[in-house]
Structures are given as C-alpha cells and as structure tokens.
C-alpha cells in the first residue's frame, strides 16, 4: 500500500488517535491527542476531531502568563526602578560634594600641632570624624620606621585617653620623585552634649621637621552600616542581572548611582574629579580591546571553523575531539576574555556531542576547567591579573603576577 493510499484509509469511530498519525506535516508533534466522531454525507465520510489536552499540554498552559499580567509586571519593574532613581537623584541634590579642603601641618619632637574640629565640616550632629592625612608616610601595619607621627581626637580640656593612630615616617622623607601617600582613620567622638567641642592633636618623635596635610570630615552614626549598605547595594545589582530584569549595563548605572546617593547620604559625596579618579582606565581599555576581538570572532565564525577543523583532525575519535576542543579554549582564554570564550564555545560543543552520542555537559566542564587555567597562565587572561599587573599600589606592595 502506498503512502498516498495509507492516508485515506478510513479510521474507526470514537478512537483516540495521534495527530500524527493523520497529518505527516506534524510528524514529530504528536504530544495532543484527538478523538474521531464518523459523519457520512453524500460525498463520502469526514471525520471531525475534537482536541483533548494532554496533563502535560496543561501544565504548561498555565506556566504561561498572560499579556496582560506581563504588561503589569513590567510597569510595576520600570515604577520601582523609576521611583528608585529618583530618590537617589534627590538625596544627591540635597546634600553637597565633599569639599577638598584641609590644613598644612608641621611638627616635630618639641612643637604638636592642635586643629581645631568644631565647626569645620564637623557640626553636632556627627557621632564620628574621619581624618584624611597625606605626607611622607608608610603604610601603617608595616611600621618599618622608629619614626612616626601620632594623631589622636579628644574633647577640648580633656586628657588623652584612647590609644593614638600612628603613621610611620618614610625613610625618603622628601620623596623626590616619588607622590605623597594618604591615609584614613575614623574617630568616634563620645559626645555628652552637641555642643561639646573637639580638637585633632598631631604629634611627632622626630627632631627633624614633618610637614603633612590633614583634612576631616563630621559623620552621622549611620555610618557604622556602611558594609552593610555596601552588600545590600550588590546583592541587588546581582538580582537585576542574573533574573535578567533589565540589561546588565543598566543595573550597573544603577547600583552606581545608589552607592553615589549612599555615600552623599552619609555625609560623604564625592566631587566628579573624584569619582573619575577611581576608574581604572588601562584595565578598562585592555577589556574592551578584548571583547571587540571576541565579537570579530564571534562574527566572523572562527569557533565553529576551529570546531569543525577538531572534527575532522579527530576522525571520530572521542577522546581526541575532547583534548583538541579543550587545548582550543585553554589557548584562547590566555588572551581573551574567559566568560566570552565559553559562551562561544558552548554551542559548538553541544552540536559535536550530539554528533557523537555525548554527554555535553561532562565536555563543557572540562572545558571551563581549561579555560580558567589558560586564562592565569598570561597577564592579560582575567580581569585580576590585569588589575595586579597595572595597578601601582598592589606592585609596590610586592605582589607581582609571577
């Protein structure tokens, strides 16, 4: 019987049936099922079929949402970030940028210095201080130097009582052609009224002379959360990118903008100049050279011609395939980013592995493997290792790459 012919064949009444069966275009779709009813007419029998969902056709009818609660959904997220936005564009207005004043200071063994906190960035109001202090200094937890500068906040006419902050003096005290270093210290002031008056005292154990430059800043008591605020502020940057609810860029301009209007709203919003200090831009420069070269790649088909290149080197050989597929990604994650590499690879290696009968997902994790070994094998492999290798202070703080 030929195909054509099979197709007329006359199919019993009331009898379940795949769709299927009755259509060869559905082959393959034939997860609903239908039921026959005969009906005869002069031209011969039809048959008519009555739909019947399947549990599983069910379940995922009602997994689906309808337009209408996703455009709900949808206004309630652009509200919320809206409304968010808002609020930290209006806490940044309301609170000024950080003036970058401060004080020349000279001491010595036999002359202290005594600044005067009241009224100078420090109203009543601040349960804390923070001292900015830049000069000819070391980094403290090291205390290399039997030469240093003390600092200590008290109350005016009250004695010394906590212990003092100490800054060791650095050997090359003129730093010819070298740059001052700063260095932060909060203070708590232990208040009884408002108007208690405080005073910074600078001392020194040196005969020579020490100039330094000393800057302070008043803080309400909220700061003491500040890592909380910090964590808080990331976790739901995290949420916005990994649940995908709105562009990974986006949520990155967000939780900037919420830790710029958290540190305006404790009392320390930072000045333009400031902020642009912070970037990193030969770290971001490298960064972006990489991905333009992954998106040429990604464009111009180099993985899927490297895949099909391992394919024939390998002949059908598993094992093969899988050493070229995993050398391939270790080499390339040397020099590009290691995220973007894996992406790119992923779909190549399913489309193998579905050629070979494989398991894709013990292929893909020896892949990561070797993409995150390939990628600290060079110092341009990841992100950290470019941080380390272009940022000044961690190379003089003796870590190097090697």
Not at 124 to 148: C, H, M, Q
Not at 282 to 292: D, K, N, S
């Amino acid at each position: 019987m030929s195909d054509k012919e099979s197709y007329k064949t006359e199919i019993p009444p009331d009898e379940d049936v795949s769709l299927m069966d009755t259509t060869p275009l559905l082959y393959g779709y034939g997860s609903m099922h239908t039921s026959t009813s005969g009906k005869t007419l002069d031209n011969g029998q039809i048959h008519t079929f009555e739909m019947k969902d399947t549990d599983k056709e069910k379940k995922k009818r009602t997994c689906h949402m309808s337009k209408e609660t996703k455009q709900l959904l949808n206004n309630i997220k652009i509200f919320v970030l809206l409304t968010a936005t808002v609020i930290c564009a209006v806490i940044m207005s309301i609170n000024y940028e950080k003036e970058p004043g401060g004080f020349a200071v000279t001491v010595s063994e036999d002359e202290a210095h005594y600044l005067n906190l009241s009224g100078n960035n420090v109203d009543g109001s601040a349960a804390y201080v923070k001292i900015s202090v830049t000069g000819a200094f070391e980094d403290p937890k090291r205390l290399s130097s039997i030469y240093n500068v003390t600092f200590v906040v008290r109350r005016i006419g009250d004695e010394i009582k906590e212990i003092p902050w100490t800054l060791p003096i650095a050997k090359d005290i003129t730093l010819e052609g070298g740059e001052p270093n700063t260095f932060h210290q909060l203070f708590y002031l232990d208040r009884d009224d408002p108007d208690d008056e405080y005073e910074l005292v600078v001392s020194s154990n040196t005969e020579q002379t020490v100039g330094l430059f000393v800057s302070f800043n008043g803080l309400p008591k909220v700061v003491e959360g500040q890592v909380i605020y910090a964590a808080i502020i990331l976790f739901l940057v995290y949420v916005l990118i990994s649940l995908d609810l709105v562009h990974r860029t986006l949520a990155a301009m967000i939780g900037a903008l919420a830790a710029l209007a958290t540190l305006a709203a404790i009392n320390e919003r930072p000045s333009l100049h400031y902020i642009m200090n912070w970037i990193d831009y030969e770290t971001l420069a490298l960064l972006w050279g990489m991905m333009t070269m992954v998106a040429i790649f990604a464009d111009t088909g180099v993985f899927d011609w490297a895949a099909l290149v391992a394919y024939k080197l390998a002949k059908g050989r598993m094992w093969v395939l899988i050493t070229i597929l995993c050398v391939f990604t270790g080499v390339v994650s040397a020099f590009l980013d290691n995220v973007t590499t894996i992406l790119l690879m992923t779909p190549v290696t399913i489309r193998l592995c579905e050629v070979l009968s494989l398991d894709p997902k013990l292929v893909l994790i020896a892949e990561v493997l070797f993409s995150n070994v390939g990628g600290t094998a060079t110092a341009v492999g990841d992100p950290p290792n470019v941080i380390i290798v272009s940022n000044k202070e961690i190379q003089e703080a003796g870590i190097d790459f090697v």
